[in-house]
């Protein structure tokens, strides 16, 4: 059904991220009995709680040898809201994951929009491969804010130019920024979940360092604090071992 321009919503603009987690079946005690096949055979999960220091010496030692497939016996689903363009890189990681996104052709999409805060530092300094962030000017920041605004408006106006005359969605939407928002649900295990953090996000304890898009890391430091509280045998193994998947 075609939509009347008074009918266009408002645009909203926002600086976050957001990161759900909206099913789980994951605890340190999944990595021990998937781990303690190989020794004991089956055993209870009660069991394999019974001696938390064997549990945790376990645990640290198949994250320092890179046993990795008993952290795969476990699940996590987060529901992120995030611009395109995190989810453009996010989708580039594809063992151990599983996405659903929300449809631009099934459904005309919401004007909202992505527009740094302050605290995002705007100038790139350095060559490529050894560069750093610098803070904006206020005049950088009060010009990527304006122009942003503008650009976006432009570009959902045309969009919903397109829907009024009867355009199909999944045409008019090629008008639309990589800076708009999206959803989608985002499946892992602690496996796959530590291969991005080890790639999407900067922390001390890292050995190897990466350079993580700023947007990215906000989206994976929120997985990580969930990830730290359901497993947090696993994820102290992780930091103390360098912060490299296994
Ligand atoms: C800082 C940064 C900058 C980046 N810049 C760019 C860029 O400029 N352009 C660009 O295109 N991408 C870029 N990427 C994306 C990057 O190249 C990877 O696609 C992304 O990080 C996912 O990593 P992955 O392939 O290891 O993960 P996954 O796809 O989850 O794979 C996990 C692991 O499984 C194995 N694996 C998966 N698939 C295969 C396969 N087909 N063959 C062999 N082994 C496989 C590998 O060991 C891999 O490490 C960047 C990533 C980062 C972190």
């Not at 990595?31 to 089956?42: C, D, K, N, P, Y």
């Not at 010496?57 to 699940?75: Q, T």
Request: with cysteine; charged share 25%; aromatic share 10%.
């Amino acid at each position: 059904m075609s939509e009347t321009p008074a009918e266009m919503a408002e645009p909203s603009f926002r600086s976050d991220v957001t990161v759900e987690l909206v099913k789980h079946t994951a605890g340190d005690s999944d990595v021990l009995w998937a781990a303690r096949v190989s020794t004991a055979g089956e055993q209870s999960l009660e069991e394999l709680s019974k001696d938390p220091d064997r549990s945790k010496g376990l645990i640290n030692f198949l994250m320092r040898d890179r046993h990795g497939s008993p952290f795969e016996h476990n699940s996590m689903t987060f529901f992120i809201s995030a611009p395109i363009f995190v989810f453009r890189e996010f989708m580039r990681h594809r063992a151990g994951w599983s996405y659903n996104e929300e449809s631009g052709r099934y459904r005309r999409l919401e004007p909202v929009f992505y527009i740094p805060d302050a605290e995002r530092k705007l100038v790139q300094e350095g060559r490529p491969g050894k560069y750093v962030f610098v803070e904006g000017t206020q005049a950088q920041q009060e010009l990527t804010g304006r122009v942003m605004v503008d650009s976006y408006r432009q570009a959902y106006e045309a969009y919903v130019e397109m829907l009024d005359a009867g355009v199909a969605r999944e045409v008019a939407r090629s008008v639309l920024p990589v800076g708009m928002y999206s959803s989608m649900y985002a499946t892992c295990n602690a496996r796959s979940l530590m291969h991005f953090l080890g790639l999407r996000t900067q922390h001390e304890q890292a050995k190897v360092p990466s350079f993580p898009q700023r947007e990215i890391e906000m989206v994976g430091e929120k997985m990580e604090q969930h990830w730290a509280k359901l497993m947090p045998l696993t994820y102290a193994a992780f930091n103390a071992n360098g912060r490299i998947a296994p």
